[in-house]
């Protein structure tokens, strides 16, 4: 079992910069990689960005590229989402995912490959 608990939501302006983080407990030893996802206003859940525990490689959305980073704390047990340059389609809530399993970048995106789930954080930006 992972729990995992996100925080660093808030309302902010667009052209702002907020920095989300997701704490992991529990399991985390077999984590394989940690993702975030985000579901605005009736919208589906969508993936943002995601890091493999062990190497660190990195994979981001391409309406976030550029703007986002993903990192990780080993030491901590804490993932980061940085977010820079914020607009208003950004607004939605904000989950942390980590998957056990092993998979390829591709299966990455999928939501439905992560096993465990934060409560999510809203983010709000205001133009």
């Known amino acids: 079992q992972v729990q995992l608990v996100e925080s660093g939501g808030g309302l902010v302006q667009a052209g702002d910069s907020l920095r989300l983080s997701c704490a992991a407990s529990g399991r985390t030893f077999s984590t394989n990689a940690m993702g975030w996802f985000r579901q605005g206003p009736g919208k589906e859940r969508e993936f943002v960005a995601a890091?493999?525990?062990?190497?660190?490689?990195?994979y981001f959305a391409d309406s976030v590229k550029g703007r986002f980073t993903i990192s990780r704390d080993n030491a901590k047990n804490t993932v980061y989402l940085q977010m820079n340059t914020l607009k208003p389609e950004d607004t939605a809530v904000y989950y942390c995912?980590?998957?056990?399993?092993?998979?390829?970048?591709?299966?990455?995106?999928?939501?439905?490959?992560?096993?465990?789930w934060g409560q999510g954080t809203q983010v709000t930006v205001s133009s």
């Open positions: 890091i493999r525990w062990s190497g660190g490689s990195t």
């Open positions: 995912a980590a998957t056990e399993a092993y998979y390829s970048s591709t299966y990455l995106r999928s939501w439905s490959s992560y096993d465990y």
